[in-house]
């Protein structure tokens, strides 16, 4: 069946949603009913449209339309309201992450999702690797014993210019909005909600308990090198710990700590080594994943609005904690357009491996 899609936020991430559109529109499974973008189209975006209606309001564009589904991915700020435009107006909704900047946003855009019996899909892309699928049962069916925990450490680096691109981009609150753009709730958001659908315990009330260690080494407001310690209701510690500050960059490493063994998941790509062997996995786009749920409900969604509980609740904490830190400068390093932390891949390393806090490790 072909589904008619309206997108919201064409520019950014959002450009690679339009490009998954042309792709699906080329095999028949959507069509591009509408954009919704305030900034100027750029050639590509104007290609990739063509005839179709392009406007800056969304509900305008909604009434106009009528698409079955509506994607958005715009930026954090934006969500709460372009998501319930979207479940207004009767459309399945594809939600980029997080879901929202507040907890209390989660739970009514959760509430708007089970009135309406639409299903919404939120953007957590790691979630639909086979990888992760298996992993996860692995842990569930003790294949590596009792789970001590799980760690996950990621650096990563980040040039002024990403700071630079939008308005909102490494702030906590943005003209009296929540943003919450800080290290673990957006760039390495899949760190948090990966390591707790490792776990089984996405819902909301399986985060019993959550400490944030925030830092930035930057002028921003948000934290750029934090941790995060939390407590499963099935009694797993999981901590996350992660820099954009990083010298050397490497995709992120998920461990898992069992009684009888180890596993490590690089779920940027795929990667799953376990029992010594390593075996990379295919994975399935949480937009195919949503149309597929959409032509067979037993075809279950990969990150459903109720399995991202789990990572509001860390965002709330974020959200809540005390401004981060500012790191020393004598601890930091120019180095053209990038702010580096010397040593801070071996301590994030450290703090997955140890289950340890950055304090606990100084
Ligand atoms: N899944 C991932 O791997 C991934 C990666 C990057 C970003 N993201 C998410 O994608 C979303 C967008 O992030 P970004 O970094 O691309 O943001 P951005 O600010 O760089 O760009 C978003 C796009 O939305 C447009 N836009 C802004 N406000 C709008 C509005 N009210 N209506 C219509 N269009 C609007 C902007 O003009 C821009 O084209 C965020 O939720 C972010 O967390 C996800």
């Known amino acids: 069946m072909t589904r008619r899609v309206v997108l919201a936020g064409a520019g950014g991430y959002g450009r690679s ?7 699906l529109e080329r095999a028949g499974l959507v069509e591009l009913a509408g954009v919704c973008e305030i900034a100027e189209l750029d050639e590509e975006a104007r290609r990739l449209i063509g005839n179709r209606p392009v406007a800056a309001d969304l509900p305008a564009l909604l009434a106009a339309t009528r698409p079955d589904l509506g994607v958005v991915a715009t930026p954090i700020h934006t969500h709460a309201e372009l998501a319930a435009a979207v479940l207004d107006a009767g459309a399945h909704l594809m ?21 309406r019996g639409l299903a919404c899909q939120i953007g957590f892309q790691s979630l639909g690797s086979a990888a992760v699928t298996r992993l996860a049962a692995a842990v569930r069916d003790g294949e590596l ?17 990403y700071y630079r691109r939008a308005p909102w981009a490494g702030r906590r609150v943005l003209d009296g909005h929540p943003v919450v753009d800080g290290a673990l709730t957006n760039p390495f958001a899949h760190a948090v909600a ?4 490792v776990d089984g315990s996405t819902g909301v009330d399986d985060v019993v308990s959550c400490e944030v260690e925030l830092w930035r080494c930057r002028d921003i407001e948000a934290d750029d090198t934090s941790c995060l310690r939390l407590r499963t209701a099935r009694g797993t510690t999981v901590v996350v710990a ?14 898992v700590h069992g009684s009888r063994g180890r596993a490590e998941l690089v ?31 037993s075809v279950g969604l990969q990150s459903d609005v109720d399995s991202t509980g789990g990572f509001m ?28 932390l010397p040593g801070v891949e071996a301590l994030v390393t450290q703090a997955a491996e140890r289950l340890a806090t950055f304090r606990e490790l100084r």
């Open 313 to 340: 609740r860390v965002l709330e904490a974020v959200r809540t904690a005390p401004e981060p830190s500012r790191v020393p400068d004598a601890y930091l390093r120019r180095e053209g357009e990038r702010v580096v």
């Open 194 to 197: 990966t390591a707790l659908a």
């Open 242 to 255: 992660v820099t954009l500050c990083a010298e050397r960059e490497s995709e992120p490493v998920l461990v």
């Open 17 to 23: 949603y339009l490009r998954e559109i042309a792709e």
């Open 145 to 161: 014993g009792s789970v001590r925990g799980i760690g996950v450490s990621g650096a990563w680096s980040r040039t002024d210019e």
């Open 95 to 115: 939600l980029e992450k997080p879901p929202g900047p507040l907890l209390s946003s989660w739970h009514a855009l959760r509430k708007a999702v089970a009135d």
């Open 267 to 297: 779920y940027t790509e795929d990667l799953l080594t376990m029992d010594g062997h390593t075996r990379r996995y295919e994975r399935v786009s949480p937009l195919r994943n949503l149309l597929a749920h959409l032509d067979d409900p």
